[in-house]
């Protein structure tokens, strides 16, 4: 992450905390939108092209949900918190990511 956002860090490092705030807010929007498939879609029921794949989706689904997605936001913010550059005092955006974090 220091490596792809290097040059900008140097004179704007709030950049990096309105980035973390995007990512807690798609991973929100990819998170409603798996948990909207599994509780609504027919996992058992269907065609037989979807009843074969529908566990493999439904599988990646929930690894996605619960492990990739919490576990790509808590490294962003281990990161964040890490690197240097970012004053996280002063920050508006941190506190509100900190409790994001808590939640």
């Known amino acids: 992450m220091v490596w792809f956002f290097g040059a900008s860090v140097t004179y704007k490092t709030p950049y990096l905390l309105d980035l973390q705030q995007l990512l807690i807010l798609y991973s929100s929007y990819f998170n409603v939108g798996i ?54 005092i002063s920050s508006i955006n941190e506190t509100w990511c900190v409790l994001f974090m808590i939640i």
């Open 35 to 88: 948990t909207f498939m599994l509780m609504f879609v027919s996992w058992k029921k269907g065609r037989p092209c979807w009843v074969k794949i529908a566990p493999k989706l439904y599988y990646i689904g929930l690894i996605s949900l619960y492990l990739v997605v919490p576990a790509i936001n808590i490294i962003v913010a281990v990161a964040l918190i890490l690197y240097p550059p970012v004053n996280l």
